[in-house]
């Protein structure tokens, strides 16, 4: 195995050994010290606690963050959701403790290992910390629901995980319970034990599966309940789950995971509303975990090219983790007399209502629980628009996060099961709008301004585009204050202009930077910039004690921030219109701040700056994301004033090799004739791109090998366009073998079969010698139309992924282009590949003797093929 196809194997392996392994040792590490403290009969230390902290942030969480993220990209539902918010239960009880053990020695004399009853007071700082029983019981119990629906739906995958994650819920049951009464310990550490004889043994047999490639300990690969069972699909919401699951298979569905997010976060708040924690000191904590992890389910949204929940969990991480530090500064930093007049000063949940009515409009296309579901968010930011008074706000609020708990429950548990079964087994209910019926009456609504005749393709902006106008038009329409704003009302602002213009704005920018737009990077990144200086002196000045006028080195700031917009401004020229209006009215926004710095600003020039920027940004936000929902111009955000010059034949001769465009029949050909003269040429596949030569040339098939600096003894393979062109030639292929190969293929599977003069027949001819090995031969049927077109117009192609030997496949033309282009002859550019990793290749020589044996696992995980196999045997059976 090569360097490059260990790396496939290692990051497509088995992350459910991880993820087991980071429960375990979290729930042996909880366990003796329950029992250690109920033994003593006192609680742990300061320093007790805190090193137990740190442990379960950096094994139960971090780790099982890695074991998450690597089960996403596995195509995982089940291990991805689950492994991530036991990530984030381990890291929120982690840091529950690390808080107990900071505040242990100014309350010795507290018996319980949570202080109960106690608060804890900082006289260097007037804090007062909260009890912490009454704050972490928020948390553990939301996290008990979490855990029982992910045990429940991971009885359908197989009989290990149900055990590991059932305990986990009877653990957190009797932790909650242990939180105000010793004896319960006792018995969450028995249920914390069963964690980890559980979970030894399940990682035990995956670590065993990943190194033999098949099960040999019983547990995995059998389910303890057929997900079928739990109801039958409805054809109308199928078509639906369809529409969400888009093409893209590289990466697991985030909905689950970022709908889970949607249960923890408001029963936090609700717990919080009706009285049952007198401050959100440790609330914050655990809604900003959480919420952290919501962005992730955003992140893998935003790989699955899926405009639609990229958005939708980025900016409820951004309205719970604004939400919670309002609070903590409310409940721990300052002690407001008139509440109520503070908050009618806050202007960002408006932001916030009409963010929601953009999601629940552009959720119209889709079920009608999604419809709910958004529709139960715009009432959430209804209960906390500043005109209604504190105690009424908290009453709504509260009964409002209740109710949108339970629904989000219903969610997580609709959309995981779906995901699951690949079928809309759990209700979810019809499209209100079709999604053709949603696009012509936007355009409809379009071409009564514009008087467009037709739908033209949206290529120019990416997807955080939505995002990017989110985040900075609710950073300032927060900024707007008042002459006479106090200290307090100043320190309220804080989190309200700082996590989403600059906290969110800087994830905004780290996937812009993924998705290759160096401009687009640029810009959120820098406006991140500008927030978090606005934030600083505005806002934070108070507290550290700084005084514009005083200090030159605001001014300079300033001074600088208006250079670098200035070029912004004129890159933006070459962008669109809107795009246009946010650099130039940030200009003046940020000539509003160095009149701040002089101490000459007119405050009502900056209140209406703000207040402009910010209305530009919802239309930014709305065209963006409908614009990309669909592909097309639906709502205009005009044409970019200046048209960069471009020279085609300049940029040909700039590359190191001939290009072609797979959409253009002329490209084919290109790449077509490029072939049959017997030159190598970079190519897409279904899975990731290729190296390819064409059979009638066997010196080409050579150069392969020292392109990729590539062993001699390691065979390539050959290309077929399908099936049928192998069937007419006759090879003398067992009735099993041909009805498994019609079973996978066209797609990311490769088999192995025994070589013969059928191959000469095939068109292989004088390449016969120079693909595979002596006695075998690996066939690719790619499920690309692309690529299946090309091998028609050339005849059979060798090919092998297209990287230097011992490096990364390459995943995109540009890294084609960039890596190898100077060896090779020309690159058919397709964007972006299907996958990340090459196909999984099969040994199916001996496969009426012996069966099949999986050689790599790559895109199609070996569950899948072994279930295809026994599904082909039973048939001829």
Not at 101 to 119: E, I, Q, R, V
Not at 214 to 241: C, D, E, M, Q, W
Not at 811 to 832: A, W
Not at 855 to 875: S, W
């Amino acid at each position: 195995m090569s360097s490059s196809e260990g790396f496939a194997a290692v990051f497509y392996s088995e992350p459910g050994v991880l993820g087991l392994l980071a429960n375990v040792i979290s729930a042996f590490l909880v366990a003796l010290q329950n029992f250690a403290q109920v033994n003593a009969n006192v609680s742990a230390n300061g320093t007790e606690n805190i090193l137990a902290g740190v442990h379960l942030i950096l094994i139960g969480g971090v780790t099982q963050l890695v074991a998450g993220l690597m089960s996403f990209r596995k195509y995982d539902h089940l291990g991805a959701t689950a492994f991530i918010a036991f990530a984030a239960l381990w890291s929120s009880f982690g840091a529950t403790r690390i808080i107990l053990g900071a505040s242990s020695p100014l309350n010795a004399t507290s018996n319980s290992p949570y202080l109960k009853d106690t608060s804890v007071v900082n006289n260097s700082s007037n804090v007062d910390l909260p009890p912490i029983s009454e704050s972490a019981v928020a948390g553990l119990v939301a996290y008990i629901s979490v855990a029982f629906i992910l045990s429940f739906c991971s009885a359908t995958a197989n009989y290990i995980m149900p055990f590991v994650f059932g305990a986990i819920t009877l653990a957190l049951i009797f932790e909650a319970v242990g939180l105000f009464s010793q004896w319960a310990l006792i018995l969450s550490g028995i249920f914390e034990l069963v964690i980890v004889v559980f979970g030894l043994y399940g990682a035990t047999a995956l670590l065993l599966k990943g190194v033999t490639q098949r099960y040999i300990l019983p547990g995995f690969g059998n389910a303890l309940l057929n997900v079928l069972l739990l109801g039958a699909a409805n054809k109308s919401s199928s078509k639906t789950i369809g529409e969400e699951q888009k093409k893209n298979t590289k990466y697991a569905e985030p909905m689950a995971l970022g709908n889970l997010c949607s249960v923890i976060s408001p029963f936090i708040f609700a717990f919080y509303c009706f009285g049952y924690m007198k401050s959100f000191y440790v609330g914050a904590v655990w809604v900003s975990i959480i919420s952290i992890v919501q962005l992730c389910a955003s992140y893998y949204g935003y790989l699955r090219s899926d405009v639609y929940f990229a958005t939708k969990f980025g900016v409820h991480s951004m309205y719970w983790l604004v939400k919670s530090w309002e609070e903590f500064i409310l409940t721990v930093l300052i002690n407001i007399h008139n509440l109520d007049s503070s908050r009618a000063r806050m202007t960002g949940d408006w932001f916030f209502l009409v963010t929601a009515l953009i999601l629940c409009l552009m959720s119209l296309n889709r079920n009608k629980l999604e419809i709910i579901h958004n529709g139960f968010f715009g009432l959430l930011t209804i209960s906390t628009i500043p005109q209604i008074s504190s105690v009424s706000y908290y009453r709504f609020f509260g009964a409002v996060c209740s109710m949108y708990t339970a629904l989000s429950l219903y969610v997580t548990f609709a959309s995981l099961i779906n995901s699951i079964a690949e079928k809309a087994l759990i209700p979810i209910g019809t499209q209100l709008l079709s999604s053709k019926t949603f696009q012509n009456v936007l355009f409809s609504i379009k071409q009564r301004f514009t008087k467009a005749e037709e739908l033209p393709s949206f290529t120019t902006v990416q997807l955080p585009d939505a995002l990017f106008y989110i985040c900075n038009g609710l950073a300032a329409l927060s900024a707007i204050q008042s002459a006479n704003l106090d200290q307090a009302q100043a320190h309220l602002t804080i989190p309200w202009v700082l996590i989403p213009g600059t906290v969110i704005q800087l994830y905004v920018s780290r996937i812009q930077v993924r998705g290759g737009r160096r401009f687009g990077s640029v810009l959120p990144f820098f406006y991140a910039a500008i927030w978090a200086a606005w934030t600083w002196l505005r806002f934070a000045g108070h507290l550290l004690n700084i005084d514009p006028g005083s200090d030159g080195g605001f001014t300079a700031g300033a001074i600088a921030f208006l250079i670098v917009n200035m070029f912004l401004v004129i890159l933006a020229i070459y962008i669109n219109i809107v795009l246009l209006v946010v650099t130039v009215i940030m200009e003046v926004i940020i000539i509003c701040f160095l009149l701040f710095t002089l101490e000459r600003l007119p405050l009502p020039l900056e209140g209406v700056m703000l207040a402009l920027f910010s209305f530009v940004c919802v239309y930014g936000a709305n065209a963006s994301f409908a614009n990309h929902m669909f592909g097309k111009q639906l709502i205009p955000l005009g044409d970019s004033l200046f048209k960069a010059g471009t020279n085609e034949q300049k940029d040909q001769a700039s590359l190191p090799c001939p290009i072609a465009s797979s959409r253009q029949t002329s490209g084919l050909r290109t790449i077509a004739k490029i072939l049959d003269s017997g030159h190598v040429c970079g190519i897409p596949t279904d899975t990731v791109y290729a190296l390819a030569a064409s059979c009638k040339h066997p010196e080409a098939i050579e150069s392969i090998y020292n392109i990729k600096e590539r062993p001699t003894e390691k065979p390539i393979c050959i290309c077929i366009s399908n099936l049928d062109q192998l069937s007419a030639v006759h090879p003398p292929f067992s009735p099993l073998l041909w009805e498994f190969m019609n079973h996978v293929y066209p797609g990311g599977i490769s088999c192995i079969v025994k070589k013969g003069e059928w191959l000469r027949k095939l068109g292989v001819g004088a390449a016969y010698d120079r693909v595979g090995t002596k006695d075998s031969i690996m066939i690719r049927v790619p499920d690309h139309t692309v690529t299946a077109h090309l091998v028609k117009m050339t005849g059979p192609l060798a090919i092998t992924s297209a990287n230097p030997s011992g490096e990364p496949d390459s995943i995109h033309h540009d890294m084609v282009i960039s890596r190898l282009g100077h060896k090779i002859d020309g690159v058919l550019c397709d964007g972006n590949s299907n996958e990340l990793v090459a196909s999984t290749v099969i040994n199916c020589t001996k496969i009426n003797e012996e069966g099949i044996t999986i050689i790599r696992e790559g895109c199609v995980p070996v569950v899948r093929v072994m279930q295809l196999f026994e599904q082909v045997k039973n048939k001829l059976d």
